[in-house]
């Protein structure tokens, strides 16, 4: 429950217009448009390109692509139902709020929300859904100091949105739709600490830790991640690249045992394989070639077929 102690702030002097809103929710169509057609324009190529980025362009130092992810959303439901939450709640709480800690809150609800999906999953998000549960839960820890939240920060609605989100859970589990379940569940996280640093003194310290932690996981992400098979992939890619193939082979080998893609791993340990086979026949190493070629055939035969080409049926 939110904490009640503090007396009820009325609306203070801020522009009535929620301007960082509505601008925020243009560029969202915006952006999300020239996502969408990128072939009919360079110019919605390039903004394309300044807005989304894998998780490997991310680690390889494009960190702004946490933050500029919340522009661009995948289909026309997706990004419909992220702005008219983000507005609905938005045109509520900027009004009551200094412009600047309003669009810093946002700012940060976009980079953690972002940033913990790709610390925990491994993998980039896209879309302001995590931001909307960030406002969602702002407004309803901090709902004590403002009567216009209360309407809409209701325990009943908290409800509803926590179902929404377990709801989201179970249609990714099923690969129904892909959904950013850290995100939104971190979101709602920062969220009511935000709100309670606002208006509960007394907790403030608790969740002022529980903040710092939160914090902690998209900072950490960016440049350790023992526990994710798909960085340590992009470790090993980043030294087959540099030809440190050895180095290379271990990495491929603990991202297999971290329950990385089969195929993947074991095709990129062949074919390191081969380079090394190629060095050693280079230098003349006869055994080193043979032991190599060994270890190349073995990877052969673990990778399999690739799941990425379907047989192509002949015609008798």
């Given at each position: 429950m939110p904490d009640n102690s503090d007396d009820t702030t009325k609306p203070l002097n801020y522009s009535q217009i929620p301007i960082v809103t509505y601008t925020l929710a243009i560029l969202c169509v915006l952006v999300?448009?020239?996502?969408?057609?990128?072939?009919?324009?360079?110019?919605?190529?390039?903004?394309?390109?300044?807005?989304?980025?894998?998780?490997?362009?991310?680690?390889?130092?494009?960190?702004?692509?946490?933050?500029?992810?919340?522009?661009?959303?995948?289909?026309?439901?997706?990004?419909?139902f992220n702005i008219l939450f983000v507005v609905l709640l938005g045109r509520t709480i900027e009004p009551v709020m200094p412009r600047a800690v309003y669009l810093l809150f946002m700012i940060l609800a976009a980079g953690i929300t972002a940033g913990c999906e790709l610390g925990i999953v491994g993998l980039t998000a896209i879309g302001a859904s995590g931001v909307g549960c960030a406002m969602f839960g702002?407004?309803?820890?901090?709902?004590?100091?403002?009567?216009?939240?209360?309407?809409?920060?209701?325990?009943?609605n908290m409800g509803l949105v926590l179902i929404g989100l377990l709801l989201c859970v179970v249609v990714s589990a099923l690969k129904i739709v892909p959904v950013a379940n850290i995100a939104?569940?971190?979101?709602?996280?920062?969220?009511?600490?935000?709100?309670?640093?606002?208006?509960?003194?007394?907790?403030?310290?608790?969740?002022?830790?529980?903040?710092?932690?939160?914090?902690?996981?998209?900072?950490?992400?960016?440049?350790?991640?023992?526990?994710?098979?798909?960085?340590?992939?992009?470790?090993?890619?980043?030294?087959?690249?540099?030809?440190?193939?050895?180095?290379?082979?271990?990495?491929?080998?603990?991202?297999?045992?971290?329950?990385?893609k089969r195929f993947r791993n074991?095709?990129?340990?062949?074919?390191?394989?081969?380079?090394?086979?190629?060095?050693?026949?280079?230098?003349?190493?006869?055994?080193?070639?043979?032991?190599?070629?060994?270890?190349?055939?073995?990877?052969?035969r673990q990778e399999g077929e690739s799941p990425y080409i379907k047989d192509a049926k002949t015609t008798p």
């Open positions: 999300s448009l020239a996502n969408w057609t990128t072939s009919l324009s360079p110019i919605f190529q390039r903004i394309s390109v300044l807005t989304t980025f894998s998780n490997e362009q991310i680690w390889d130092g494009a960190f702004y692509g946490l933050f500029t992810a919340f522009f661009a959303h995948g289909n026309f439901a997706h990004l419909v702002l407004m309803w820890a901090g709902q004590a100091r403002f009567e216009s939240w209360r309407t809409i920060a209701t325990n009943q939104h569940f971190s979101g709602i996280l920062f969220g009511v600490c935000m709100g309670k640093l606002w208006a509960a003194p007394k907790q403030r310290p608790f969740f002022l830790a529980v903040l710092l932690l939160l914090a902690l996981v998209p900072t950490i992400c960016l440049f350790w991640m023992p526990w994710s098979p798909k960085r340590t992939h992009y470790l090993a890619n980043k030294a087959y690249d540099a030809k440190d193939y050895e180095r290379a082979i271990s990495l491929y080998h603990k991202s297999l045992r971290l329950g990385g074991w095709d990129a340990i062949k074919n390191a394989w081969a380079h090394i086979a190629a060095n050693a026949a280079a230098r003349g190493d006869l055994k080193a070639e043979n032991e190599a070629i060994a270890n190349m055939v073995y990877a052969a």
